[in-house]
């Protein structure tokens, strides 16, 4: 198994770009999530799914969308960057939403906004 | 609310002594603990977690962690470190599902251990 897998490692946006985040595991989890970390404030969940076709908000999902048409896929949109988004993003799964359940982490994204 | 603390920014050892990274938590209910580490540039790794059963945890790589709901902690202890074991500790408790809760991890601050030769 690949895990959990983020793409891209690094990106440098310009502020008012837009781009997408991609996830994806290959474990048939059902609960998905998406947290940035940034230095001195931890992990911040910005949004989450239980399962396919299913999303909500987190802790900070300003500036962000999220879709989950698929089990694997949990892609995380920037509509209009803004250098507040420079930080580090990661993806995380779990086989449910049960607090009994490990999460499991992609190893990240580097995202710069100038 | 649940609340997990790491009162320790900073753990320094020798390799080859025992360490111990701190957590002491604070939840509802019965208390599902985990650790995870965070080695430079990397993803977060889980180590371990307890559930039920046993105080002593054992995880990855030698670590192992004591419950005691006493004290409400869940210390993370390796009887001899390494210096490959230097990284980014975060003893974390997942919330409750539902009624407004995410499922999300509540990390403490997280410890970085240093372990020099």
């Known amino acids: 198994n690949a895990g959990v897998t983020q793409t891209p490692k690094f990106q440098v946006l310009k502020t008012g770009q837009s781009m997408t985040l991609q996830c994806a595991q290959d474990m048939n989890h059902e609960y998905m999530s998406w947290y940035r970390q940034d230095p001195g404030m931890g992990l911040r969940l910005i949004h989450y799914s239980v399962g396919a076709g299913i999303t909500d908000q987190g802790e900070v999902p300003n500036g962000y969308n999220v879709s989950r048409s698929t089990t694997e896929d949990f892609p995380l949109r920037l509509l209009s960057a803004a250098p507040s988004q420079t930080s580090v993003y990661f993806c995380a799964s779990s086989y449910q939403a049960s607090r009994r359940n490990e999460q499991f982490f992609g190893p990240g994204t580097r995202l710069t906004v100038l | 609310a649940q609340s997990v603390a790491q009162p320790e920014d900073q753990v320094n050892v020798a390799e080859g002594n025992p360490l111990t990274v701190k957590c002491t938590y604070s939840?509802?209910?019965?208390?599902?603990l985990f650790w995870y580490v965070q080695y430079p540039n990397r993803g977060l790794q889980f180590l371990l977690k307890?559930?039920?059963?046993?105080?002593l945890v054992k995880g990855s790589y030698g670590f192992e962690a004591e419950f005691n709901k006493s004290q409400t902690s869940f210390h993370l202890k390796k009887p001899s470190a390494l210096v490959s074991d230097s990284a980014l500790y975060f003893c974390a408790v997942r919330d409750t599902p539902g009624s407004g809760n995410t499922g999300k991890l509540i990390f403490g601050q997280g410890t970085t251990l240093q372990v020099k030769p």
């Open positions: 939840v509802s209910g019965n208390p599902y």
């Open positions: 307890y559930i039920t059963g046993d105080n």
